[in-house]
């Protein structure tokens, strides 16, 4: 009885502690983003389920340098759309900040999609 009931009990505290939504890898998330054209890197990437059900999801997107407010537009809905096809995530509560390359986030203002 007891090494049941402990092994039911780490799961309940893992699903509590898991923030990553179900279903989602992060990981794979991450591999999908960075093969955005122009996607240097990724990170700060975040997943959590809100109350009224699909996942959302925040990332900072690190692009190349010198990139015009069209091309990262473009980037964004490229990184909606990837989501979008690949993932069961809520697009309309994605979040990504784009960052140039070289430069750190606390000097950034956020571009919203
Ligand atoms: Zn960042
Ligand atoms: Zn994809």
């Known amino acids: 009885m007891m090494p049941r009931a402990i092994k ?6 893992r699903v509590l502690l898991e ?3 179900k279903g989602l890898d992060l990981d794979e998330v991450r591999m999908h983003l960075e093969q ?3 996607v240097v890197a990724v990170h700060d ?5 809100v109350s009224t059900g699909m996942p959302i999801l925040m990332a900072h997107v ?3 340098r010198g990139l015009t407010m069209e091309d990262a ?3 964004l809905s490229q990184l909606q759309n990837c ?8 697009i309309p ?11 750190s986030s606390a000097s950034l203002p956020q571009m919203h999609s």
């Open 8 to 13: 039911l009990l780490g799961n309940a505290v």
């Open 19 to 21: 923030e990553t939504p």
């Open 36 to 38: 955005v054209p122009h």
């Open 45 to 49: 990437l975040h997943a959590s389920t």
């Open 62 to 64: 690190v692009v190349e």
């Open 73 to 75: 537009a473009r980037i």
């Open 83 to 90: 989501l979008r096809e690949h993932f069961p995530v809520s």
């Open 93 to 103: 509560h994605t979040t990504f900040q784009l960052e140039p390359e070289g430069y």
